[in-house]
């Protein structure tokens, strides 16, 4: 089980705590956010940091910055920003993981493909070469109860098993799915990877 620390909504010096802590990942939404905290040389260039989750929806346009910050962006929701993403990492001669996120939910306010999309977006994404394509990733309901939480996480891995069937892709391993909330009910329907950022930190402060 891997957990990502969120530290999103926080100020700079929880980075400090987070790595006593002994976290391997951290995950941050907002590409500003993340360079204040982690876009410094020191920490980039340290071959000891933690992986650098983005699980926020991400837009094409600052698909640049991403690229060079994040190891993993575990929010590919289209084709074409992942081929802007592959270009960039191809650019920057660097290999970036990724997740594909899917709206098992059906809220109109979220991102990630449809649930119906997620074949034709593995077939696509599984095939470029400065991709990793590792998972899927989804957010449960913003207001559900637990039996619609935990079907929109049974939804992810059933779709996870019949994509990876049906696209030969047996390296679509990780289902990213639960947060502060709703962890214990996402790892009871089967994810590997929980981000989690109130019950680690407290609530999130003022972040300007």
């Given at each position: 089980?891997?957990?990502?620390?969120?530290?999103?909504?926080?100020?700079?010096?929880?980075?400090?705590?987070?790595?006593?802590?002994?976290?391997?990942h951290l995950g941050e939404s907002r590409i500003q956010e993340a360079t204040d905290?982690?876009?410094f040389s020191e920490f980039l260039n340290d071959p000891e940091r933690p992986t650098?989750?983005?699980?926020?929806?991400?837009?094409?346009?600052?698909?640049?910055?991403?690229?060079?910050?994040?190891?993993?962006?575990?929010?590919?929701?289209?084709?074409?920003?992942?081929?802007?993403?592959?270009?960039?990492?191809?650019?920057?001669?660097?290999?970036?993981?990724?997740?594909?996120?899917?709206?098992?939910?059906?809220?109109?306010?979220?991102?990630g493909c449809e649930t119906e999309q997620a074949l034709e977006l593995v077939e696509?994404?599984?095939?470029?070469?400065?991709?990793?394509?590792?998972?899927?990733?989804?957010?449960?309901?913003?207001?559900?109860?637990?039996?619609?939480?935990?079907?929109?996480?049974?939804?992810?891995?059933?779709?996870?098993?019949?994509?990876?069937?049906?696209?030969?892709?047996?390296?679509?391993?990780?289902?990213?799915?639960?947060?502060?909330?709703?962890?214990?009910?996402?790892?009871?329907?089967?994810?590997?990877?929980?981000?989690?950022?109130?019950?680690?930190?407290?609530?999130?402060?003022?972040?300007?």
């Amino acid at each position: 089980m891997t957990i990502v620390g969120v530290t999103k909504g926080h100020a700079v010096e929880i980075v400090r705590k987070a790595r006593a802590l002994g976290l391997r990942h951290l995950g941050e939404s907002r590409i500003q956010e993340a360079t204040d905290k982690y876009g410094f040389s020191e920490f980039l260039n340290d071959p000891e940091r933690p992986t650098l989750h983005l699980i926020g929806h991400l837009q094409s346009n600052k698909a640049r910055k991403a690229v060079h910050l994040f190891d993993s962006i575990d929010s590919l929701d289209s084709v074409h920003l992942g081929e802007t993403l592959d270009r960039l990492a191809a650019e920057q001669d660097k290999t970036l993981r990724v997740l594909i996120q899917v709206n098992t939910s059906g809220e109109a306010q979220k991102s990630g493909c449809e649930t119906e999309q997620a074949l034709e977006l593995v077939e696509a994404v599984k095939s470029m070469s400065h991709l990793e394509l590792r998972g899927l990733m989804t957010i449960g309901p913003l207001e559900g109860d637990e039996k619609a939480t935990r079907r929109s996480f049974e939804l992810l891995r059933e779709i996870r098993e019949r994509v990876a069937r049906e696209a030969n892709f047996p390296q679509l391993a990780e289902l990213s799915m639960g947060m502060s909330g709703d962890f214990e009910w996402a790892i009871e329907e089967g994810a590997t990877e929980i981000r989690l950022g109130t019950v680690l930190w407290g609530p999130r402060e003022e972040y300007d």
